[in-house]
């Protein structure tokens, strides 16, 4: 069954465009304490370490300046999820004041997540932008716990991860505008992987990202999935899903080759170790309600030779593939 393929990606990309564009620069802060800059990034790296084993140890192939500014990305991002989902108080309102706080860098030896993001910042010149459309993109599960279509998802997408990949990018080093529609894909990729692992979760948490139209079209309702249903249209849907996600995939890592050679090995062991999760929900029959879908560590550990082997040669770039008008499901 094939659902109409709609152009998401030319919002996603005026965005992205935009934010490269019209960056301010930014006004340094003192960070000459030197000591507690250094817990400050300690602190980050203990939290990724804790909270995305996957990212940790990908994140670990970077070079020590970069591998420290990732982790500080990532720290940021994880305290803006969390003050969404386990806020306590008004969430919307802690969402703004740390938007206050994030968006413009300065020293805050109060906050080592602060600390360590706004040196980030300041030393891989991140825009602005792409950190201010984050928070708004994590601000969207305040306001929705459904979509509609695919094109609203997609755009939710861009919000808490394709954002993520852009401001990676500057950390990583790419070759320029070009590799922005690949960091599109990518981002709507692994969010999706993040979205087919967690239905069960998300369900129980009140959220559904499926698309309500595509959930339709396989004949499945909310009660399917308040029951957990794994039968033969709920298998039909996933196999939708994982399609799509594959070729998302499959578009997006060409533009490995547009990053910093130093960085590439990391973000190619990311995403492919991300998109083995798809392996897992098939091998388990696409039961996403009993159980969360993983790779164990050592079936990360053996994936790395092939994956680091790809990062030096098989990724090609497409042939017009970032200057073409985007587009299809």
């Known amino acids: 069954m094939s659902i109409q393929s709609t152009h998401w990606e030319n919002h996603l990309l005026a965005m992205a465009y935009e934010a490269l564009e019209n960056q301010s620069p930014l006004q340094h802060s003192d960070f000459s304490n030197q000591v507690l800059l250094n817990r400050a ?149 692994l969010q999706l992987t993040n979205i087919l692992r967690d239905v069960g979760e998300d369900w129980r948490a009140g959220r559904v990202y499926l698309p309500k139209e595509e959930l339709d079209i396989f004949g499945l309702t909310t009660a399917d999935l308040t029951a957990g249903v794994v039968d033969d249209r709920w298998r039909a849907l996933m196999r939708f899903q994982i399609e799509r996600n594959r070729k998302l995939y499959a578009e997006a890592m060409p533009g490995v080759a547009l990053l910093d050679p130093e960085g590439r090995f990391a973000i190619a062991a990311a995403a492919e170790l991300y998109q083995a999760i798809l392996e897992d929900i098939e091998a388990h029959d696409y039961d996403v309600f009993h159980r969360r879908a993983h790779i164990s560590g050592l079936g990360k550990l053996v994936r ?13 770039l497409v042939p017009g593939f970032e200057t073409s008008t985007p587009g299809s499901d």
């Open 41 to 189: 990034y300690a602190y980050c790296d203990q939290l990724t370490r804790d909270h995305s084993r996957t990212f940790f140890m990908a994140s670990g192939l970077l070079p020590d300046d970069k591998r420290r500014a990732i982790r500080a990305l990532y720290a940021f991002c994880r305290t803006s999820d969390d003050l969404v989902d386990c806020s306590q108080g008004d969430a919307a309102l802690n969402l703004e004041n740390w938007r206050r706080r994030t968006v413009f860098p300065h020293f805050d030896e109060q906050d080592p997540v602060v600390m360590a993001w706004s040196n980030t910042r300041l030393n891989f010149h991140i825009p602005w932008r792409y950190v201010d459309q984050l928070i708004t993109g994590v601000a969207e599960d305040l306001r929705h716990s459904s979509y509609e279509t695919f094109n609203e998802l997609a755009t939710y997408c861009y919000g808490v991860a394709c954002t993520v990949g852009l401001m990676s990018m500057h950390i990583i080093g790419f070759a320029g505008e070009q590799a922005l529609p690949y960091a599109i894909r990518l981002g709507v990729a």
């Open 304 to 316: 790395l030779p092939a994956i680091w082997w790809r990062s030096r040669n098989g990724y090609s």
